[in-house]
């Protein structure tokens, strides 16, 4: 992968992903655990960690396995909170980042068809 190609995706991840993890940890352990930068934090690392990963793993699912302990033990640290919290959090956080995609294609679809008409 070329550096600016990762630097582009790291950049665009952590703005996508770091608010759905922020509200996440806001809404299960409180905003004085959950801070902002703590979630912008676990995506930077969690990034960097899971592509090292990949590249010296070649099996998938362990590959995958111990990017979801790392992603887990990350949002424990940051986040100040259990293994089930931090996967209560994760799994919360991808839940309203689904919603989030579901809202924005509905609004997008709306504008669309209505600029076609």
Known sequence: MDPT????????TTIIVAPFLWLSG???????KAKLMDAV?????GIIIGTAIGFFIDNIIIGFV???IIWLA???HFFDCGWLSALVITIFAVIIAVI???ILAAVLGLAI???AV
């Open 5 to 12: 190609d990762f630097g582009i995706q790291v950049i665009l």
């Open 26 to 32: 806001r809404t299960i352990v409180g905003g004085a």
């Open 41 to 45: 934090w676990i995506v930077l690392l």
């Open 66 to 68: 111990i990017q979801l």
């Open 74 to 76: 990350l949002v424990k």
């Open 100 to 102: 989030v995609a579901f």
């Open 113 to 115: 068809l209505t600029l």
